[in-house]
């Protein structure tokens, strides 16, 4: 094997031990409760490698959310209706809706941390907005192109801002600690529906 092919393999290696060890420490703690030491430690690497690879904490922890949020990515791309191509406009919303509030449940602590870390960068250090996250802009076009399909009228792009927004929200935050994720997905449901048939 060639010294860059080991380097390459090592690189490939090294990322996913410290995605696994960050996803397992955030099992038991806040990610605000975690230092990128014990990160490192966990992965069994050196602090520096860590920033290496991801750059800053907030990297590290956007490229968590990237991961959990991939299989999301590949059934709205490709996975069976009605989350994926193949159902009616309307029901791709409806289970894309669910399939959100279903992701943000799950990684709600997470999403805090990375919201609470974009909108306490100081200007200029050049960090993105919460909406400019790649996991956030995904969801925004998907959510935005359903909107339009059904109607072609509506000022699309600001309401899949109203829906997603709604989700980092602290009162909606609670709501899911309290696991009213279903409630939550019902009504977005019934807010997106109302606004597609009037």
């Not at 998907?142 to 997603?164: K, N």
């Amino acid at each position: 094997m060639s010294e860059g092919r080991r380097e390459r393999a090592d690189a490939v290696r090294n990322r996913r031990a410290i995605l696994r060890a960050t996803e397992e420490l955030l099992a038991g703690r806040r990610p605000e409760q975690i230092s990128m030491e014990q990160i490192a430690a966990a992965a069994g690497v050196g602090k520096g490698t860590v920033f290496h690879r991801f750059g800053s904490r907030t990297g590290l922890m956007l490229a968590l959310m990237r991961e959990r949020a991939l299989d999301l990515d590949e059934a709205v791309r490709s996975g069976p209706p009605p989350l994926g191509p193949g159902a009616p406009a309307r029901e791709r919303l409806y289970a894309f809706l669910d399939a959100v509030v279903e992701v943000v449940g799950r990684n709600k602590s997470l999403l805090a941390e990375l919201d609470h870390a974009a909108g306490t960068a100081a200007p200029s250090t050049g960090e993105a907005p919460p909406t400019a996250h790649p996991v956030y802009l995904g969801w925004h076009a998907h959510l935005s192109a359903l909107l339009a399909e059904l109607r072609p009228d509506l000022d699309t792009e600001l309401v899949a801002h109203l829906l997603l927004g709604s989700l980092q929200s602290n009162p909606l935050l609670r709501l899911l600690e309290q696991g009213e994720g279903r409630r939550i997905a019902g009504t977005l449901r019934d807010v997106a529906g109302a606004l597609v048939d009037r």
